[in-house]
């Protein structure tokens, strides 16, 4: 069974900058794709940014060139450096596994296994 377990969210002013952590299983990272997603209030959970187990990376166009995903394999822990961060960027953020997934996804509904979330609120 995986677990993932996020930290590092924080209420931050407009222009800073956050990291998000994801702890996991050393199995999650051999296989499958790792993804984080965010959910605003009102809003439908959207997909953020997903790696896959030989480090191919996706971004959502909304964080292209802002955020960063990443991840350390010695401590089986995925990343999410979140720079410039706007207003807009105030959701909930998940991280997510697809451990069937063998190609790369943005829908929601291939991630099998989710963390709790973590808030992140952007102030102006």
């Known amino acids: 069974q995986v677990q993932l377990e996020e930290s590092g969210g924080g209420l931050v002013q407009a222009g800073g900058s956050l990291r998000l952590s994801c702890a996991a299983s050393?199995?999650?990272?051999?296989?499958?794709?790792m993804g984080w997603f965010r959910q605003a209030p009102g809003m439908e959970r959207q997909f953020v940014a997903a790696?896959?187990?030989?480090?191919?990376?996706r971004y959502a166009d909304a964080v292209k060139g802002r955020f960063t995903i990443s991840k350390d394999r010695t401590e089986n822990t995925l990343y999410l450096q979140m720079n410039s961060l706007k207003p807009g960027d105030t959701a909930v953020y998940y991280c997510?596994?697809?451990?069937?997934?063998?190609?790369?996804?943005?829908?929601?509904?291939?991630?099998?296994?989710w963390g709790q979330g973590t808030q992140v609120t952007v102030s102006q």
């Open positions: 790696i896959n187990w030989i480090d191919i990376i």
């Open positions: 997510a596994v697809g451990s069937s997934l063998t190609s790369m996804s943005t829908s929601e509904s291939d991630y099998d296994t």
């Open positions: 050393a199995r999650t990272f051999r296989r499958g794709v």
